[in-house]
């Protein structure tokens, strides 16, 4: 499966933004999605991921309350929906796919848990 993201940019803190993860390929249905970032000279780090039917939604503690993940299936989509932006968000937003992890529920902030990964999207938040 191929993921490309879109929907980066450069906004003012409190502002809002709404990436989108892209899938290309068959059986997008059995991959959970997560959404990483990676901060100015910092290591990457899980944002949220959400299972293979939606169902279930998991969030970093530095990021709960302000991101919403959701997903469509039948548009091989899923999106990231940020508010209240911070400037401390600015980093490359990148997703993955994780294909029918048996475990997903207690590794899905691991990146070594996804096979695939899009090239990401710069977030910009200026304060």
């Known amino acids: 499966v191929q993921l490309r993201e879109s929907g980066g940019g450069l906004v003012q803190a409190g502002d809002s933004l709404r990436l989108s993860c892209v899938a290309s390929g068959r059986s997008f249905a059995s991959y959970a999605i997560g959404w990483f970032r990676q901060r100015p000279g910092k290591e990457r780090e899980f944002v949220g991921g959400?299972?293979?039917?939606?169902?279930?939604?998991y969030y970093a503690e530095t990021i709960k309350g302000r991101f919403t993940i959701s997903r469509d299936n039948t548009k091989n989509t899923v999106d990231l929906q940020m508010d209240s932006l911070k400037p401390e968000d600015t980093a490359v937003y990148s997703c993955?796919?994780?294909?029918?992890?048996?475990?997903?529920?207690?590794?899905?902030?691991?990146?070594?848990?996804?096979?695939?990964w899009g090239q990401g999207t710069q977030v910009t938040v200026s304060s």
């Open positions: 959400i299972n293979f039917n939606g169902a279930t939604t």
């Open positions: 993955a796919a994780s294909f029918v992890h048996p475990y997903y529920d207690t590794s899905y902030y691991l990146p070594s848990t996804y096979d695939y």
